[in-house]
């Protein structure tokens, strides 16, 4: 499997401050963690989401509301939910724990494990946990209500062992390192080392080399950390080859009142410049009426309150049967939550 998708949970925040001991906050570990985690994701190419980049108080049912909006509900989709542990007791031990879910195989967490333990980290186990009320289902929530998805719950060392909190606090980028190294080796991905290098020809432009090494815009940028869109003829630009999916429609979006091009991009799961790109259109504004081309792949849609597959199937002009169609449903019937295939 090597079209995976990572979707990064750094654990607890605002209101929630998780564990504390000596002075620290597991929120804000778990923040920083998370943050450097996003940047090295995407530096390889992977699709990468984050579900909390501010101190922010994210509920239960919220943070899974946005790791299954985040790329639907696959198991090609990979969720990091990092954590740092701590004991009732005045000292904890030392060392990391993955936990896995009851769905899935002990790979991913196992070579974790052995990763952190490479970067330094000491290393205690990898298991899964069982709900104490319904031992057929998973004791975590973000185990337990995350469809087919592949979620590890990663505790980098105790908060309130100093030893372990030092550690994390002074090498957490080695430990993120080997986390991404695990990711790699597991689901097979090609390493990012063996990123192809291109030199700017005349004529040249960041889309044009997007387009035909079937990236994007940003992902180049980030890549080379470019702060603009100027290239210059003889530049050397690394490219994330094939480990960026690439838009497969182009629809035509009829503009309604309310609309903007940073709402139609998220919308369908593109870029603000990738939809002026497509259509020569280099305005921020957009025209009631104007008829935009927009760049799409397949869009996992999660059903809110008050949806019907009729208001679904007029927000990404479709029709109902088309999305029964392919999602192989027999009847009209929808409920919140469901995770809805369109296009
Ligand atoms: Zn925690």
Known sequence: MNDIKVV???????????AVA????EKDLTLKISQYMYERFLETGIPTT?????????????????????????????????HINSTSSEIGP?????????????????NILDELGNAGQKTRNIYQ????????????????????????IIEYGFINNPNDLRRIQENYRDFVDGVIKAVLRTFEVENPSDKIVYTVKPGDTLWSIAQ?????????????????????????????????????HVISYVVRPGDTLWNISQR?????????????????????????????????????PGDTLWSIAQVYHTTV???KNLNQLSSDLIMVGQVLKII
């Open 94 to 110: 030392e060392g990391a724990e993955v936990i896995y879910a009851l769905r899935n195989n002990s790979t991913l967490a196992q």
């Open 268 to 304: 369908f799961g593109t870029t603000v410049r990738d939809i002026q790109e497509l259509n020569n259109w280099f305005q921020d504004f957009i025209i009631v009426g104007q008829i935009l081309l927009v760049p799409t792949s397949e869009i996992n849609y999660v059903v809110m």
């Open 129 to 152: 946990r069982r709900s104490d009320t319904d031992p057929s289902k998973d004791y975590y929530f973000i185990h337990r209500n995350t469809g087919v998805t592949q979620p590890v």
């Open 8 to 18: 990064i949970d750094a654990g607890h925040g605002g209101t929630d401050p998780g």
């Open 50 to 82: 984050l579900i909390r980049s501010t101190d922010e108080t994210v509920s239960p049912s919220e943070r899974v509301r946005r790791i299954l909006a985040a790329y639907g509900n696959n198991p090609n989709v990979i969720v990091i939910s990092n």
């Open 321 to 323: 049967d088309a999305i």
């Open 212 to 248: 035909s090494y079937q990236t994007t815009v940003d992902a180049i940028k980030l890549l080379n950390n470019l702060t603009s869109d100027m290239i210059l003829v003889g530049q050397e630009l690394n490219i994330p080859e094939g480990l960026v999916q690439r838009p497969t």
């Open 22 to 25: 000596n002075g620290v906050q």
